[in-house]
């Protein structure tokens, strides 16, 4: 029942958003790429599951790769949109391929507990299937296997800390956006198997990830369980890697006064080895910063906060990205 009324409410908010590009057709495109999306499949515990590829022409061996996990209800489609194709534009501009592999009906199996999606209750093996197309990369593609990256979007996010505290060799940093740790009697997530770099970029005004930490829900109706506050969570991932004293703190330019946010960056760690950063966007809600706004920005703020405009999410997480490797 709950599963239905959140389906509803997510085809609302859809056609809300339809309204507003036709009320705001001078909204930003996508970004122009030089390649195609490819759409592959693998098999894997005797399931079919689905990707979309992104290898800009002409990539040598020995290239980056980066996988880009969508939300909740979400696809490879729309989680591109919800960047502008900003992480493809930037893969032709540096030379790294791109995997947005699609969650088991659009969820996926991450840290919080089993109970809510069906890839939670079968308890699907993604992270397994995130490391096949690892390989499958390696030999098609040549990728170098020191210079993998994981970033993901709110359900996406918490796909990215699983595999953080699963095969954190595997990759040599990871970014969550809008993503907290579950609470641990909702996690999944509570024996990491090694260190690794990780960035959080949370913003304060959240209305379905909180802050502060506890319920995080689909607009009170559909409940994803309890999560840590950000700041637990940073703490979590500064425990792994053993790091410890004051961060490194930068405010960014308001350079949107009318975005309603703002920008804080600390970072604990020296770059060139593990290291933990927190954006914190004040003010900010359940969007990613610099992406298009879903619909007008009314819209967007009515129902999901405003889109911080100070920053681009995706040159901040690849900048972090490339100081990395394992």
Known sequence: M?????????SLLALLCVI????????????????????????????????????PPGLPPGSPLMF????????????????????????DREGFAIVYPAGFQNEWNGCRAPGVTEADKRNLDDVGMVVELIDRFERDHGIDRSRVYAAGFSNGGSMVYRLATD??????????IIAQVPEPENSKCTDPKGKISVLIMNGTADPIVPWEGGEASLFGISSRGRVQSTQNSVDHWLNVNGIVGDPEVFRFPDRDPDDGSSVIRSRWGMPDADEVILYAIHGGAHTVPGGPELGSRWLTARYVGYT???????????????RHRK
């Not at 880009?68 to 893969?91: I, K, N, Q, Y």
């Open 167 to 176: 095969v954190p060799a595997r990759f040599a940093a990871v970014a969550a």
């Open 68 to 91: 880009m996990f969508h939300g909740s209800g979400m696809d490879p489609a729309s989680m591109r949109d919800a960047v502008g194709w900003r992480f493809a534009w930037l893969a």
């Open 2 to 10: 709950l599963r239905g009324i959140a389906i509803v409410v997510g």
């Open 20 to 55: 507003g590009w036709a009320l705001y057709p001078d909204m930003p495109d996508r970004l122009p790429t030089r390649g195609e999306i490819v759409e592959g499949r693998i098999e894997v515990d005797g399931l079919e599951r689905r990707y979309e590829a992104y290898v």
């Open 308 to 322: 911080n405009r100070d920053i681009d999410a995706p040159d901040e997480i690849w900048a972090f990205f490339r």
